[in-house]
């Protein structure tokens, strides 16, 4: 049943425009519908574009470690030169990635992940519960699976090395059991048998086919009365401090609101508006193999390939990988190459009867924590991206946050790691000012 929410007079209601119609965008305009706001979403591209199309599908709670642990320095060298190791970098863009990556890579350390992931943890840790409020009585909600998410290693010692990340988990109250020997065969017996160890996080979910989740909740939210235009946003339009709307391809449209949800494009958009926040595009891989002779119970993670393999309909998906090269890079052959020989590892006996590949990219800021906030140089402009690897994850509560925000409510949640002032520091005192932070980026 479609429940109307725009219950207000139309002519009282605030119009609200969200930029991009990726899952953080869908959420938010959905979420901003319920709060009685006249929604209109827009988007530049097709589906396939959208870093929240292809991903692994996991609702992934636990995945509150940043890429940047400690010890990740002295690997990384060997790492981005070796050709099996499943981090990449296009050398021609590296002038243009050094001072990010050096801001990135200043938070390879103790403290900074444990701040990260009780960061990440309001955002990530419900989010089974966050989807299924999301997507409450629409087509969508048959996309959602409770399921547990499995942690696949080759012994106990090698899981062991991980304590630090598992007792940050433990820490935040996540629960897993343990498999070895037959153990992790009766859990699940399609791994090649090297890979002796499984940690099984309970509590978790999946969303069995992204593409379909997203389809379900766009149908929703037109029918439910909001709209959908397919255009490109150039530029976000104010007059004295405040929204006015946007100039899009396709000419102007008015608003009272703008959120920027558009994953990693967002920062071309703020830029424009004197803000520069340093989020980068994560280019991530998946491979797909139809019909395949046999899936793994659960969405399982592979550490050391640092892969994903979930069961989607009719096909294994294979996610993950990390690559710098921009917003134009469009993958190359020899990571796909790397998906496969992987895969062929971890699941020496799979058939299928043929493949596809996708890349997309995830928005990455220096930090890895999300921007959720609002900013104060130009009221009425909310920020809603760079939530890294676990945006699928993290995008209903992002969604509804940022709904409250935009309809002037507050939100039960302390704001202060999501601020973009948290970037933004030092220009302050010159340029434009922004809500103000208790952290902020040391480098
Ligand atoms: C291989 C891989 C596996 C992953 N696995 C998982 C997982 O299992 N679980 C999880 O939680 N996360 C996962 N992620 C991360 C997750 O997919 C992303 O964090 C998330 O999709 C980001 O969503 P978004 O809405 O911010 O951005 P996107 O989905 O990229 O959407 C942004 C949209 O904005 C549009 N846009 C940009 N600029 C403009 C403009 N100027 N005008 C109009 N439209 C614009 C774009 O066209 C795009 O459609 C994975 C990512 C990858 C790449």
């Not at 060997?78 to 863009?93: A, G, H, Q």
């Not at 397919?230 to 405040?242: F, M, P, Q, R």
């Not at 309909?313 to 921009?326: D, I, P, S, Y």
């Not at 140089?377 to 509804?400: D, P």
Request: glycine share 8%; net charge positive; aromatic share 8%.
């Amino acid at each position: 049943m479609i429940t109307r929410h725009a219950d207000k007079d139309p002519v009282d209601q605030p119009h609200v425009i969200v930029v991009g119609g990726g899952m953080v965008g869908i959420a938010t305009a959905i979420w901003s519908l319920h709060e009685g706001n006249a929604v209109t979403l827009i988007d530049k591209s097709a589906p396939e574009d959208r870093a929240s199309y292809g991903n692994a599908g996991v609702l992934a709670s636990a995945s509150v470690l940043p890429v940047t642990m400690p010890g990740l320095l002295t690997k990384l060298p060997k790492m981005v030169l070796s050709r099996t190791e499943p981090i990449f970098l296009r050398w021609l863009y590296l002038p243009r990635i050094a001072l990010w990556a050096t801001r990135y890579l200043s938070h390879a350390n103790a403290t900074d992940v444990r701040r990260i992931s009780s960061a990440l943890f309001p955002i990530v840790g419900n989010s089974l519960e966050d989807h299924f409020a999301l997507s409450k009585g629409t087509e969508a909600e048959a996309f959602i699976k409770p399921c547990d998410f499995a942690v696949l290693y080759k012994d106990r010692d090698t899981f062991l090395k991980d304590a630090f990340g598992w007792k940050i988990r433990s820490d935040l109250g996540f629960k897993w059991s343990e498999h070895d020997g037959a153990n992790r065969d009766s859990y699940d017996p399609v791994f090649n048998k090297s890979l002796g160890f499984l940690a099984a996080l309970a509590g978790h979910g999946q969303i069995t086919d992204p593409a379909g989740y997203m389809e379900a909740l766009r149908k929703y939210l037109v029918a439910a009365g909001g709209r959908i235009l397919s255009a490109e946003v150039t530029n976000i339009l104010h007059e004295n401090g405040h929204a006015t709307g946007v100039m899009t391809t396709d000419g102007p449209v008015t608003a009272d609101r703008i959120a920027i949800t558009a994953g990693a494009w967002s920062p071309l958009l703020t830029k424009k508006l004197g803000v520069k926040i340093p989020v980068e595009a994560e280019t991530g891989y998946h491979i797909e193999f139809w019909d395949p002779s046999f899936v793994p119970r659960v969405p399982t993670l592979v550490p050391s390939k640092k892969l994903i393999f979930s069961q989607m309909k009719g096909r294994l998906r294979v996610a993950g990988a990390v690559e710098f090269g921009g917003l134009k890079n469009k993958g190359q052959d020899k990571v796909f190459e790397l998906l496969k020989a992987a895969t062929k590892d971890v699941l020496p006996d799979l058939t299928y009867s043929k493949e596809t590949r996708w890349v997309g990219h995830r928005p990455a800021p220096t930090d890895s924590v999300p921007i959720i906030d609002e900013l104060s140089t130009i009221k009425g402009v909310f920020l809603g991206f760079g939530h890294q690897h676990v945006g699928l994850t993290g995008s209903a509560r992002t969604g509804q946050i940022l709904a409250q925000l935009i309809s002037g409510k507050r939100p039960n949640i302390d704001l202060t790691p999501y601020s973009a002032a948290r970037f933004t520091m030092r220009r302050q005192q010159s340029g434009p000012t922004l809500n103000t932070p208790q952290h902020k980026e040391t480098a």
